[in-house]
């Protein structure tokens, strides 16, 4: 009832709280950024500079972190395995999800069922086993290891998602379509699909973004440095002895979110869609 | 298209079960073990670090997920007024929730820097403390500065799936309640609480989940030290099978958080359950 209040008791009560939350929430970030096009004289002298802003601005720690380490190398993977797997996840669980949903064949509800538990599974619980699954297949450091592993939690998080999506596609269509004598896969082709389009991208952003910050599969199955992703290869890599070189830690957590942040902002709505959804359904 | 279905229920199930052998035996890295039975299971309840683990777990659950919630449903009433810019907000608030846990792990690490912490350097400034704070230096203050890197990045779930269950709620209740002469607070209690329960249920099962095998924010920022206090099972579960190549005893780790993982399964469980009911919905 906001027009019951006064407008400084608004400013107390509401625009306070929200710039706190903001500020906090946002802070790492701006501190980031700053840090990353801070020189090395300024890095640690907060006396004779001002933190909160680089004096001198400089390109110094992007140049060492594209130019002297294996960064580029490492986001190529990242982006690499993020694709294939999201690609991979997203087709086996429009599959599921619509046979889950429309095939109804005894026991689907269980199958359903079980998907949302199989979501739930963390991968800090399958990290070992995994690992000597894929050290027993021989595909061990290698990237395929983890475009292999990813759908394990892609797929069933994918499927979950879009079955809250087909079940909103009214049922009669696809009656037409079956006393028109189309197939089942003609169905899903031609009718489903097109009208899930807004699901599929949810799902496709979600599963992109999880896979970019998976970080525990990673770890565990890669060793060589050239097929490592981001977050390992920078927290691996790049934190060496007891002298942290801030500024590019700090240049490599910023063109490490940056892409995320990206594709984010152009789909925002779909991923507030995709992750309400999820905890909805 | 059933055959999608089978291919992942067994992909799923088969590690799991495999984690839960590899827990009974006594495998080491590069070498295949025999079965021992409970020995693995036996030797972690003597062991004082894995007790100070699933301490250290329980305790940085409990107290992250209430500090969420709490915090989470405040930012989503506050969301949900009529504020100024409220998409913009919202879209820049998630930002948290999807930059790579990791790097945003190491820019708490940067911040807790004991020499160069810009929040001690602040504080002082401003005058509230004398001498830098020893953020990760000694146990209580790296729990502590672990639980709100942890809450930093979780607040912004809590509060988006929170608010878009604030919104399903009829304006209209609110209206009743003024003219009946509720108080802000009595509102809060009688139409949003009840109300929002449900989500409010699952939320906090997916956040208890997500919290109590949490992996990448302790390795990134502390790797378990100092002297182990900020050990979570995940954590020793990795530094026991991955680097110190006690693959069982890894493995048995894992094992033992599953019945906690089944409990808080259980109470979303329920949670769902009284959702389909107060919406007076049919059960499928």
Redesign the interface.
Known sequence: MGYLETRSARLLTVYLPLGTFLFVLLFPFYWMTVTTFKGKDELYDYSRFNPFWPTHPTLENIKKLFFDTQYPLWLWNTMLVSFISTFVSLSCSVLAAYAIERLRFKGSRYIGMSIFLAYLIPPSILFIPLATLVFKLGIFDTRLALILTYPTFLIPFCTWLLMGYFRTIPFELEECALIDGATRLQILVKIILPLAVPGLISAGIFAFTLSWNEFIYALTFISSSEVKTVPVGVLTELVEGDVYHWGSLMAGALCGSLPVAILYSFFVEHYVAGMTGAVKE | ??P??A???F??TY??G??VW?GLTD?KLGRPGVFIGLENFRSLLDDDVFRLAVFNTMLYTAVACALKLV?GL??AL??N???AFKAA????????F???????A???W??Y?P??S?IS?SLQKVGIIDSYIDFLGNPNAARASLIAANV?RG???VA??LL??LQTIPVTL??AA?LDGASRWKMFRHVTYPLLTP?IA??MT?SV??TF????LV??ITRGGPLNATHLM?TL??QR??AGGQ?SE??AI??L??PF?LA??LF?FFGLQRRRWQQGGRD?
């Open positions: 298209m059933i999608a279905a291919i992942l229920l992909f799923l590690p799991l495999l984690g590899l495998t915090l405040w930012l506050l969301l007024r009529n504020i907000i919202r879209a820049v608030m998630l930002l948290p999807i930059a790579p846990t990791v790097l945003t190491l820019v708490f940067w911040l820097d020499q160069f810009i350097w930093w607040i912004p779930f988006i799936s878009a269950g609110y209206e003024t989500i699952v939320v997916f989940l997500f095998t949490d992996f990448q390795y990134a995940a579960s990795f099978a991955i693959l890894g493995a894992s094992t958080m599953i993982l808080a399964i979303s499928e």
